[in-house]
T-cell receptor, first 118, second 115 residues
Framework: KAGVTQTPRYLIKTRGQQVTLSCSPI?????VSWYQQTPGQGLQFLFE???????NKGNFPGRFSGRQFSNSRSEMNVSTLELGDSALYLC?????????????????FGPGTRLLVL | GQQLNQSPQSMFIQEGEDVSMNCTSS?????WLWYKQDPGEGPVLLIA?????ELTSNGRLTAQFGITRKDSFLNISASIPSDVGIYFC???????????????FGKGTKLSVKP
């Protein structure tokens, strides 16, 4: 079974631009979560989607948004990029969202998209 | 917000030695996960724990869900060079809600092995 895939793997943007990242979950997984990873802050939760609905959102500004499609694929968008948005953006999928309990909520990560904002 | 304290932050060990690391929280967790991350890659799930007291092995790796439900331990036996990387614990608080998100991650333990 193929793992979580993320595209693109690397991206360079300039301040003020916007960016869209894509995530395809493991086949059969319907929940997708997004994380931002930086050396200083570690792994921080952005949002979680299940059945095309955002179920949870972390403490990030409104410039960070996402969506999920009927095939469970998800995209996240960052508008008006800032230098501090440079990070590794990770997508994780699970069978079901949080509180499902047990193995169903266990998250499997993709390789990430490395975003550099100049 | 809730935090996980992961220790040690880094360690150097001799090949063949056993390694231990742990995570503690101030609140009760109902799930503990251990991941390993290599440079430039996403975290890879090593072991998942779902019950207090649970002890699970994956090859040379063994992890335990603490009885108090506030901690978890990961042991690596007979370390080898490919064990190098950053190990993260992650947990789901028992009574999470609101905008705090689903999983909380430790800051990681960076493991370096001397060949």
């Amino acid at each position: 079974k193929a793992g979580v895939t993320q595209t693109p793997r690397y991206l360079i943007k300039t301040r003020g631009q916007q960016v869209t990242l894509s995530c395809s979950p493991i086949s059969g997984h319907r929940s997708v979560s997004w994380y931002q990873q930086t050396p200083g802050q570690g792994l921080q939760f952005l949002f979680e989607y299940f059945s095309e609905t955002q179920r949870n959102k972390g403490n990030f500004p409104g410039r960070f948004s996402g969506r999920q499609f009927s095939n469970s694929r998800s995209e996240m968008n960052v508008s008006t990029l800032e230098l501090g948005d440079s990070a590794l953006y990770l997508c994780a999928s699970s069978l079901k969202p949080g509180l499902a309990g047990g193995y169903q909520e266990t998250q499997y990560f993709g390789p990430g998209t490395r975003l550099l904002v100049l | 917000g809730q935090q996980l304290n992961q220790s040690p932050q880094s360690m150097f060990i001799q090949e063949g030695e056993d390694v231990s690391m742990n995570c503690t929280s101030s609140s009760i967790f109902n799930t503990w996960l251990w991941y390993k991350q290599d440079p430039g890659e996403g975290p890879v799930l090593l072991i998942a724990l779902y019950k207090a007291g649970e002890l699970t092995s994956n090859g040379r790796l063994t992890a335990q869900f603490g009885i108090t439900r506030k901690d978890s331990f990961l042991n690596i036996s007979a370390s080898i060079p490919s064990d190098v990387g950053i190990y993260f614990c992650a947990g789901r608080p028992l009574n999470y809600g609101g905008s705090q998100g689903n999983l909380i991650f430790g800051k990681g333990t960076k493991l370096s092995v001397k060949p």
